[in-house]
């Protein structure tokens, strides 16, 4: 028997790739941007490098996820789980953090409305780590997450939540993002084990490294690398691998010398560790590698969130960029569909069972108010929050 799924906010289908790797066969997925869902609709059925063929018979739905209804995701189908991952932008550390003020953050309550539409057995949703610390409505930080659970809970779902790194389940690359298992009866299943680790022996093998990847992956089309200019070459020759250009950052009252960054499109990729999160810009990390210095490329970017090096990608540069720079890795999709998978197989007949809220999010919550207090006439978020 087929276990079977709908996907809102599917993007180029990263996340979906590695559940369909798992067992799971999609019904529908629905996406807002056009060239995201051509590129779907490029890669559907035939058989790819890697042995399998995506999203066969699934109906791509190119549509605002605020005029879909249930109607349009299923067409009769019987329905398994629903997944899905708002844009995440809202609720990142590296934007603004409108948190629910951004009315990209607003679509977390699309998210819920579906569930409870179409009540499937379990739900699965995903998004950046800053959604922990997300601020709600009354600026509250870990409002927005607390305020999700509970809506979830009352739906009738028993809620299971935690931090994954991507690196932890055989990824060349650091990537942290929040899941939430729900399940309708029981309890949701544990999160998978990691069998990758920072340091060798305490969970497994040792983390997979950005060398150990372009050993294997590096690309060798010569049209594709983007070398320096001349004045910035200048700037970075003397910058250790792991580094960057640092930004001036101000000064804050924890921090005297100022909450500072790399500058944008500076940073000199450490080959002994696991890639940086690789991000939705052609400005990719730069990488030391066969005697040049050269950013990571489109081709290299793809392979390290784990689509087929075969996968077409629709649209402009700047599009494709997008697209793969901003999906979920596929391991989190192959990693948490074959526990889901065991779960709906052997599905409890008991009612769902309340799970507390996790105490690593307390904590994270409880340093970031600490932080905020002390500095926040600095920060962003100040003058969005108050009054």
Known sequence: MSLKYVSLFCGAGGLDIGLERSGLVPISLCEIEKCFCDTIQKNIGWKHCDGHSYFTGAKIINA???EVNHRDL???????????????????????????????????????????????????FENVRGLVTARDRFGEPGGVISELL?????????????LLNSADYGSYQRRVRCFIIGSRNGEPPLFPHPSFDKVAGLLGGKWKTLGDFLSRYADTVAANFTYPTEALMEQLKDIPSGS??????????????????????TFIADLGTPA?????????????????LRRLTFNE??????????????????????????????????????????HLKE?????PVQIDFPESFKGYIAYTKKDHARNSESRVIHKHFSG
């Open 347 to 351: 599905f409890p007949s008991c009612p």
């Open 301 to 342: 970017v793809k392979r390290l969130q784990g689509f087929p090096e075969d996968w077409i990608v629709q649209g402009n540069k700047s599009q494709q960029f997008r697209q793969i720079g901003n999906a979920v890795p596929t391991v989190f999709g192959e990693a948490l569909g074959h526990i889901i998978v065991s």
């Open 74 to 124: 299923l067409d009769g189908e019987t329905l398994d789980l629903v997944v899905g991952g708002p844009p995440c932008q809202a609720f990142s550390s590296s934007g603004k953090q409108l948190s629910v003020l951004d009315p990209r953050g607003a679509l977390v309550s699309e998210f819920c409305r579906i569930i409870d539409s179409l009540k499937p057995k379990m739900f699965l």
């Open 64 to 66: 605002d996820i605020r």
């Open 276 to 292: 940086r999160t690789v991000t939705g810009s052609a400005s990719q990390d730069w990488v030391r590698w066969g005697g040049n």
């Open 244 to 265: 960057g250009i640092k930004s001036p950052g101000k000064a804050e009252a924890t921090r005297p010398g100022g909450h500072w960054g790399y500058r944008q499109g």
């Open 150 to 162: 509970n809506i979830l809970s009352e739906m009738g779902y028993s809620c299971r939540a935690k």
